[in-house]
């Protein structure tokens, strides 16, 4: 009689837990769209970046779902959504603090979780069907040069392309350099 009581209990058992992955895929979709209206409808460029975080999570999350369900359509529309709120933060974040450099906070956030965006479109294209890939490859183009702008803003002295602030000074005419090995008393030196 235990045995059969065991057998109910773990019978009962599944049947009750066979919804929850359901239940958790409908929290997460809600989720993803609280957050999502959260960004949307954010005024302030700073918490609109540290939120990218928050709902780039939510999204990445529900492109592994999309995945494991071999739903690519879906997962390659999360991605492009993914870069469209990354290039939104971006632009509120030049407009309301345009010195990155002095008032970095919304910006470095968003920077590092955009390398963690690159990974997971690169992630996706190794899984996504050949219509997907040219999309794919637009996004990742996309993000890799928002990146790149982010780190030109955030260390625009250390940047390849930074040009110096000041030109060097022009000696006045007569005034010999001073690493010349010219002297002026010797033999066919010039005056």
């Not at 057998?7 to 979709?29: D, E, N």
């Not at 609280?34 to 960004?39: D, K, T, V």
Request: without cysteine; charged residues 30%.
């Amino acid at each position: 009689m235990g045995s059969m009581r065991t057998k109910f209990t773990l019978l009962g058992l599944l049947v009750t837990a066979s919804p929850w992955p359901a239940l958790v895929s409908v929290a997460r979709t809600e989720d993803l769209k609280e957050l999502q209206a959260r960004f949307d409808a954010g005024g302030n460029s700073v918490h609109k970046a540290k939120l990218m975080n928050k709902l780039g999570d939510a999204q990445f999350d529900a492109i592994h779902e999309a995945e494991k369900t071999e739903n690519y359509n879906v997962a390659a529309e999360i991605l492009e959504k993914y870069r469209d709120n990354v290039r939104a933060a971006l632009e509120a974040l030049r407009k309301q603090h345009p010195d990155a450099e002095r008032q970095s906070n919304g910006y470095r956030q968003l920077e590092m979780h955009l390398g963690r965006g690159i990974r997971e479109v690169n992630d996706a294209l190794h899984t996504a069907p050949a219509e997907l890939l040219p999309p794919l490859r637009l996004v990742r183009e996309d993000l890799t040069a928002m990146d790149a702008e982010l780190l030109r803003l955030l260390f625009p002295k250390r940047t390849p392309d930074a040009k110096p602030n000041a030109k060097p000074e022009a000696k006045p005419d007569g005034q010999p350099d001073e690493k010349t090995d010219a002297k002026p008393d010797a033999p066919g030196a010039q005056p």
